[in-house]
């Protein structure tokens, strides 16, 4: 009977937040579609979770509604402003009044014409690339970190859906804006930018709670910020798919370049990316052996491990399992793809696979 009156509570505590909507992503390998399976094997009696390469920010999510004190950490500044606006932030939204702020003609011409010089006619019709320069111009107007964190989230988000496929990889963003197929399947293809930013930013207010903890988004580097972490007691690492669209900074280049606002980088290729890239560790044959063996090393304190992964992706699981098992016992889940969806080997027929690490 004790046991009984003691189990309650904790159940009421582990759903109270279960109806809260994280806003849809378009990320490639966004683990948004493998919440529910995720969250079974995530272990009930932890307390603190690091999502350590956590993009789209969809399972520090997941462990913020489950309960948990969330680290989360992408070494992208477009990814963890969602982080601060989602996972750290426990009650700011963005109001009417912030919006006419954002909203406001440009607060100095000569110094916010970024978008403007690099990716008018590429990406966006010069009246957009004007209005996301005014945007980003008003930004620092906003009197909290949290509403502009907010304010980048949803902007952000409205870019991908206006940008057919949703990255900025390819030269073919207006030619298909223009392809009455391509805007009957997806008309936010012809609506102004304004218009997404109005319709989504009520979806990102809705998700904005707090959860009891206190929840905190980083943007590092995942080998510089495991050393200054203690008391974690599970990492998520969900890391690029080596041999399948690993270069987050090619997809997304254009949101890094918005959000840092950058003027002493190159900008290369049709797609103006930023150079030089940042570095992964995790983008290429040459390094990733490495780069795994350094996180495990450095995790070795966490006791629990989950790790997303892919069998078509480089190195082999069994490789892998090799380089963990000095640290751990592992185990392997596994969920079969039945039709591609895009990124990271999501490919029919391909298994997306959870390696599960335990003391
Ligand atoms: C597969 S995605 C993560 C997807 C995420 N779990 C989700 O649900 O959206 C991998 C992420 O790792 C980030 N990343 C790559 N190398 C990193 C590094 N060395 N440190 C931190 N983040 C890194 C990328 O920016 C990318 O967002």
């Not at 500044?77 to 702020?101: C, M, P, R, V, W």
């Not at 990716?119 to 004007?130: G, K, P, V």
């Not at 450095?298 to 380089?323: A, M």
């Amino acid at each position: 009977m004790r046991n009984i009156i003691t189990l309650q509570p904790s159940l009421f505590e582990d759903y109270k937040f279960m109806d809260i909507q994280f806003p849809k992503p378009q990320y490639l390998g966004a683990k948004y579609i493998h919440s529910d399976w995720i969250a079974k094997h995530i272990p009930e009696n932890s307390n603190v979770i690091l999502d350590a390469f956590s993009g789209s920010q969809s399972i520090g999510f997941l462990c913020k509604k489950l309960g948990k004190t969330v680290i989360s950490n992408d070494f992208l500044l477009f990814n963890s402003e969602i982080g601060k606006a989602l996972i750290e932030n426990k009650n700011t939204i963005l109001t009417y009044d912030d919006i006419n702020i954002l909203f406001s003609p440009n607060s100095d011409t000569n110094k916010y014409n970024l978008m403007e010089y690099l990716f008018s006619d590429l990406f966006f019709i010069r009246e957009e690339t004007r209005f996301l320069d005014a945007f980003r111009s008003n930004v620092d107007f906003l009197e909290d970190d949290y509403k502009k964190a907010l304010a980048f989230s949803v902007i952000n988000r409205a870019m991908t859906r206006k940008v057919t496929m949703g990255h900025f990889a390819h030269t073919q963003a207006l030619v298909y804006a223009s392809n009455p197929e391509r805007i009957k399947r997806n008309r936010s293809l012809r609506r102004p930018i304004k218009d997404i930013f109005l319709e989504l930013f009520v979806e990102y207010n809705n998700a904005v709670f707090d959860n009891g903890t206190d929840c905190v988004a980083y943007n590092e580097n995942i080998f510089d910020l495991l050393p200054s972490l203690s008391d974690v007691d599970v990492a998520y690492f969900d890391p690029p798919y080596c041999n399948s669209h690993a270069d987050y900074q090619g997809f997304y280049h254009l949101l890094e370049t918005y959000t840092n606002y950058w003027k002493d980088k190159e900008f290369i290729n049709g797609t103006k990316r930023y150079s030089p890239k940042k570095e992964s560790g995790f983008d290429t044959k040459k390094d990733i052996i490495n780069s795994f063996k350094r996180l495990f090393k450095l995790s070795e304190k966490i006791p629990y491990w989950l790790i997303s992964y892919n069998d078509r992706s480089y190195p082999s699981i069994e490789t892998l399992i090799e380089l963990i098992s000095p640290y751990r016992k592992v185990s392997v889940e596994r969920k079969i793809y039945q039709a591609g969806r895009g990124g990271k080997g999501s490919v029919a027929g391909s298994s997306e696979i959870l390696i599960i690490c335990k003391p």
